[in-house]
């Protein structure tokens, strides 16, 4: 089932023990990429069939806190799984409760200034379909497009957001299919530190993701717990194991859910 990526198997034979062994735990999950595959279209970026059944199970019949950490915002998320559960959005600018509480992080004047004049200068340059404002951050998408047009998108765009990052002290990362300028805290490793503080040392914890943006939340949860990368091909990278989307996923998500003393029905 799992590939690894640096560490030995030992290490994912251990985590399984300990996780069925203890009454509580922690699986912290990416959704782009990790969840569901990409699209060019993104609210049409709909889960691997048995994912939504099977996180629904391990939220209702184990005591799993069940995380989403997302570069998109929060509230999109609910409504692609078909579930309510706690979703970090917008690389932890926002935070969704299950019960439906929502806090966002309000932005200095001076860069919600620095966000909207990168926009208006994308959107002069015809790239307004291309733009996505969040809570902190401006993506430029180029999934889909044309090799060539995408390189001349991501000049363009590096071309307005560099200066304007640099002089606000913003960062401008790349992600699988675009690229952003986004305030450099909170960050997904940020998420991982305070969901680690908020629980026990006793509680066995995971992280699943696939893009750049979640290499400093692999690196902060390596001391702590499990890190997976998930990719059909495989990247250089922190997390301790490597496993293949949909049927990889699907089978640690069952392991999961049968360690925790739970059991899927997927007929």
């Known amino acids: 089932m799992v590939v690894t ?13 300990k996780l ?9 999950l990416d959704y782009d990429g990790t969840l569901a595959p990409f699209q060019a279209e993104r609210m ?39 579930l309510m559960l706690e979703v970090w959005g917008s690389h932890g600018m926002e935070r969704l409760s299950p019960d439906g509480e929502y806090r966002v992080n309000r ?10 004049r990168a926009d208006d200068q994308l959107h002069n340059l015809g790239m307004g379909n291309l733009t996505e404002r969040k809570n902190g951050s401006l993506a430029v998408h180029w999934r889909g497009l044309d090799q060539e047009i995408a390189r001349e998108t991501c000049t363009c765009a590096l071309r307005v ?28 490793a940020d998420v991982v530190r305070t969901i680690v503080k908020e629980e026990t040392a006793e509680n066995p914890i995971a992280y699943l993701g696939d ?4 290499e400093d939340a692999f690196a902060e949860m ?6 997976l990368l998930v990719r059909k091909a495989y990247r250089p990278t922190s997390a301790q194991f490597w ?9 640690f998500l069952e392991t999961w859910l049968r360690a925790c003393g739970g059991e899927y029905d997927n007929e």
């Open 161 to 188: 957001m560099q200066p304007i990052a640099f002089s606000e002290g913003l960062a401008v990362v790349n992600f699988d299919g675009g690229i952003e300028m986004r305030v450099k805290t909170p960050n997904k």
């Open 243 to 251: 496993i293949r989307p949909p049927v990889e996923l699907i089978s």
């Open 20 to 28: 069925a062994a203890s009454k509580k735990s922690v699986l912290l």
């Open 44 to 82: 049409s970026a709909i889960p691997y069939p048995d994912v939504p059944p099977l996180l629904k199970r391990i939220t209702s019949v184990t005591d799993t806190r069940l995380v989403i950490i997302s570069g998109r915002s929060a509230r999109e998320i609910p409504p692609l799984l078909g």
């Open 107 to 116: 932005l200095d004047v001076r860069v919600s200034e620095a966000f909207a």
């Open 211 to 214: 893009d750049i943006t979640d």
């Open 222 to 227: 390596n001391p702590y717990g499990l890190t």
């Open 5 to 17: 990526a640096s560490r030995s198997e030992t290490k994912f034979g251990q985590f399984f023990r």
